[in-house]
C-alpha cells in the first residue's frame, strides 16, 4: 500500500466514539486512560509492562506514532468520546502481517468495556481497511484466554483459521499461543463490518466514506 494525498484516514467517527490518530498533545489524557487500566491491560497487552511514565515519556510515544503514521507507515488511533473530551482507548491498522493485508489491534479503558465499543472501533477500522486502503485480508489476533477480544472477532464474521501455539511472549514472561482471526475481501461485502455505520476522513477533513 502506498500512501497518497487521501490516504490513510486520520479521523473516523462511529457512532459511540471519534477515532483520531495520536498527537503528542493528547499524552495526558493518554496517560489517564492507560494507567487507570493497567491491571485490565497487563495480562494481554506487552506494551503495558512499560507503564507507570510520566506525561513527557507518553509524549514521546505519541509522537513517534504520530510519525509513522504520517508516512504512512503505521496507523495507530485514539480512541475517543464522540465529542473528544475523553480517551477511552486505542486502535490501529498495522501492516505487520504482509501484503496486501492489515492487522487490527485494539483495547478500551477498563471504565469503558461492556459498551460494544470494540466491536464497533475494529469494524470501523475493517471497513477503512477495505474501502479506503484497498487491502486483500484483514486480520485479528488474540490470547485464546482473551475470550471478549474473540468474540469481537467472531461478530464482525472473521474466521479462526487457528491457533500458533506459544508463539508470542506474554507480559508475564511465559509463552503464549496466539490465536488468528482474518476476514478476506470477498467475504467483506456480506460482514457485518460493512454494514457497521461510519464516517471517515483525511487529512484535510476531505470525508473518504
Known sequence: MTPTSSRPAYT???GQALLRCW????ASEALR????SLEHLLPWMPWAKQYPMNVMQQAAQLRR?????????DFAYAVFARDGSEVLGGTGLHPRVGEGALEIGYWIAAGHTGRGLATEVAGALT?????????RRVEIHCDPRNAPSAQVAHKLGFTHEGTLRQRLVAPDGTRRDTMIWTLLADEYPGSRAAALPIEAFDVLGQKLL
Open 127 to 135: 471497513r477503512v481497511a477495505f474501502e479506503v486502503e484497498g487491502v
Open 12 to 14: 473516523v467517527q462511529t
Open 65 to 73: 506514532m504520530r510519525g509513522l503514521f504520517d508516512l504512512g507507515q
Open 33 to 36: 486512560a492507560i494507567q487507570s
Open 23 to 26: 498527537s503528542p498533545a493528547d
